[in-house]
């Protein structure tokens, strides 16, 4: 389960009421109170719009911030599942505050992010198995084995598997924190 005492030391830190950081990331002031008291196991949708409100990296958001060095070994990779949507997001990058991070999306057959999301910074993505398709606002990509995207992650964006097997793809994100 996601700990939710992270949001709640983030939104102290920043001396946000619940109220305000519910209104900076458009949900209710209710939600945000039940994940910060670990009532509820938060989407991938509501941690990215908290992110969004909070001005911080979803990687900052799950991960512990600590001096690593650039190398991270596989057996130490931070691994986030998200049941409700079928999806695993596996963090390449070490967690820290740099702009940058990597992660890899393991989406099962027919799994879609129900909700389309949106955060500062670019992103780009290669599918390394399966195929996938990208909505980016209206559009539709579908991407196969070896095809790549990039695009502004302000646009509202989401990820499907339209497939019978699982998707596999690696994707880098530059994080530009609203100053």
């Not at 209104?23 to 008291?37: F, H, M, P, Y």
């Not at 820290?96 to 670019?122: C, R």
């Not at 606002?137 to 991407?143: P, R």
């Amino acid at each position: 389960m996601f700990d939710g005492g992270k949001i709640r030391r983030l939104r102290m830190e920043r001396e946000y009421s619940l109220k305000v950081l519910a209104e900076k990331a458009g949900v209710s002031t209710s939600i945000i109170s039940k994940v910060e008291r670990n009532n509820v196991d938060p989407s991938i949708t509501l941690l990215y719009k908290i992110c969004n409100g909070l001005n911080v990296s979803i990687t900052e958001l799950l991960g512990e911030s600590t001096n690593t060095p650039s190398v991270l070994r596989k057996e130490d990779r931070k691994v986030v599942s998200f049941p409700k949507s079928n999806s695993k997001y596996e963090f390449l990058t070490p967690i820290h505050n740099g702009e940058l991070e990597m992660i890899q999306i393991i989406l099962e057959a027919g799994q879609s992010d129900k909700k389309l999301v949106s955060h500062t910074g670019e992103e780009c993505g290669v599918v390394l198995k399966g195929a996938m398709t990208v909505i980016l606002d209206q559009e539709e990509h579908i991407l196969h084995e070896g095809d790549s995207i990039c695009f502004n992650s302000q646009i509202p964006h989401r990820f499907i598997n339209h497939t019978e097997k699982q998707s596999i793809s690696i994707w880098s994100m530059n994080n530009q924190q609203q100053k």
